[in-house]
Every structure is written in C-alpha cells, then in structure tokens.
C-alpha cells in the first residue's frame, strides 16, 4: 500500500501551526476492523517514536499541541504551535496490510 | 519500563553476513510480535517483516526475502535479525520494534564496505 504524504519539507515559525498530510492507496481497516493509521516521530539523531495510533490515539508523553484525524484514505497530523522540539521528521505508516509501509516522511523546521 | 536494547555497530564487507540482535525487558516476550525496520543513510524508514515471538513464525517483506532471517531466543527475550550476502548498498542503520511501533530499539547501524 502507497502512503503518500505532503508536504516532504515544511518550515513553520515558533508558535505557529503546521499540518502534514497522509494518504493511503486503499482502505487502512485491519482484521479487527480498525483503522491501522500510525504517526512518529523521530528527531535528530534518534530512534522513531510514535505519537499516535489508529488514528487519532494520542500516545503517552505527547503534547496535547499534537493531534491526528482521519477517515478513509486521508489523515492528517496536527501541530497547533510550533516548538523548537518538534523538529524533525514525521511519517505515516499503514499497518493493516503486508507488507507494513511508510509515508516519504516530511521534514519539519524551524522557520 | 519496556525496553529494546540492541547491538553495536558492525562493519561487514560485501558478501559477507551480519546478526543484529535486540534484547527486550520490561515486559512478556511472547506476547507481542517484534517488527525489523531499516533506515539507509539519510532516507526513509522501510519495513524488513516481522516475527511472531509465540510461535517463531516470520513475515519477510517481498524486497528482503531471502536475504533476512528472523530467530529468537525466548530464554533471554531476544530477537534476531540476519541479513546474508550484504551488499554496499545495504548499510543502513537496522531498528527492531515491538507489536505496533510503540517501543523501539536504539538502532543498529551495518556499514557495508570493503
């Protein structure tokens, strides 16, 4: 299954909204007839973390300035503010189909 | 606290072999399944397969069939990864990963060069 995201590079200053969006080449309903939809993140220099699953399912630890939505093939990761440690690169993932695939990933900055 | 600890560094040359492995605690093994990823130098992450820590039974992706072999040692919670006939092309930093990408190891990174 293709994941598609946009933007690949996004650049957004301090305080100010970004929005990546993910699309999926079919239906995301695994076995269990939910939606297997993924966002992580992973920094510099380190190991990928995730911040949301099926969905929207806010992961432990992660900043309610972040957010996920999504329905049908389109899902969309928020952030309302931009901070300085949310710099990185952020991928979708689809999980309801062998073999599991990524999204490009988009590369986010400061502005 | 749920924990994936992986091996060094390696640097192989081509043709040759490498076993990557990634020691878990903090939680029942058996339980979850353990999913392998790479990551090539400055790209995108790639889904190797995974392993069904229960039964042994793995899932290789179509692009590394044949060329990754997942095994387990369930007496010490850890997980295998070996990646035969390497290729200049397969360095790459290698991530193990529980069930649904809710832990990760620390990346073992494979340098191919002769």
């Known amino acids: 299954v293709v994941m598609t995201q946009s933007p690949l590079s996004l650049s957004v200053p301090l305080g100010q909204p970004a929005s990546i969006s993910c699309r999926s080449a079919r239906s995301l309903v695994d076995t269990n007839g939910d939606i297997s939809l993924t966002w992580l993140q992973q920094r510099p220099g380190q190991s990928p973390r995730r911040l949301f699953y099926?969905?929207?399912n806010r992961d432990s630890g992660v900043p309610d300035r972040f957010s996920a939505s999504g329905s049908g093939s389109d899902f969309t990761l928020k952030i309302s503010r931009m901070e300085a440690e949310d710099v990185g690169v952020y991928y979708c993932?689809?999980?309801?189909?062998?073999?599991?695939?990524f999204g490009q990933g988009t590369k986010l900055e400061i502005k | 606290q749920v924990q994936l600890v992986q091996s060094g560094s390696e640097l192989k040359k081509p043709g040759a072999s490498v076993k990557i492995s990634c020691k878990t605690s903090g939680y029942s093994f058996t339980t979850h399944t353990l999913n392998w990823v790479r990551q090539a130098p400055g790209q995108g992450l790639e889904w190797i397969g995974l392993?069904?820590?229960?039964?042994?039974?793995?899932t290789y992706a179509p692009g590394f069939s044949g060329r990754a072999v997942f095994s387990l040692d369930t007496s010490v919670a850890t997980a295998y990864l070996q990646i035969l006939s390497l290729r200049n092309d397969d360095s790459a930093v290698f991530y193990c990963?529980?069930?649904?990408?809710?832990?990760w190891g620390e990346g073992s990174l494979v340098t191919v060069s002769s």
């Open positions: 993932m689809q999980g309801a189909h062998w073999p599991f695939t």
């Open positions: 099926k969905v929207s």
């Open positions: 990963a529980r069930a649904s990408f809710d832990y």
């Open positions: 392993i069904n820590t229960n039964t042994g039974n793995p």
